[in-house]
């Protein structure tokens, strides 16, 4: 069983940065695939950021050249950087995991881009 705990949300201006973290209880190089989803209100749940255990990544068009996701396996964490942030950005991000052949979520945590 993996658990998983986000970080790192807030309330940031239109433009701005901020840099999610999700902090796994296995070592990440024995979860085939991590990522980031989102979800706002009256919306599903949509796909931000993955990244395989062989390194590949993937991105949401909407956020292609805006976030980068990266891992530390030392530490068992995957990071979401999100730079130039737009209000459309707001949305719980959700941390995911895919090992051994089952989904797992975290908490996840609030991201808000206001002016």
């Known amino acids: 069983q993996v658990q998983l705990v986000e970080s790192g949300g807030g309330l940031v201006q239109p433009g701005g940065s901020l840099r999610l973290s999700c902090a796994a209880t296995e070592r990440i190089f024995t979860i085939d695939i991590m990522g980031w989803y989102r979800q706002a209100p009256g919306n599903q749940r949509e796909l931000v950021a993955g990244i395989s255990s062989g390194d590949r990544t993937n991105y949401a068009d909407s956020v292609k050249g805006r976030f980068t996701i990266s891992k530390d396996n030392a530490k068992n964490t995957v990071s979401l950087q999100m730079n130039s942030l737009k209000p459309g950005d707001t949305a719980v991000y959700y941390c995911?995991?895919?090992?051994?052949?089952?989904?797992?979520w975290g908490q996840g945590t609030q991201v808000t881009v206001s002016s």
């Open positions: 995911y995991a895919f090992r051994y052949g089952k989904d797992y």
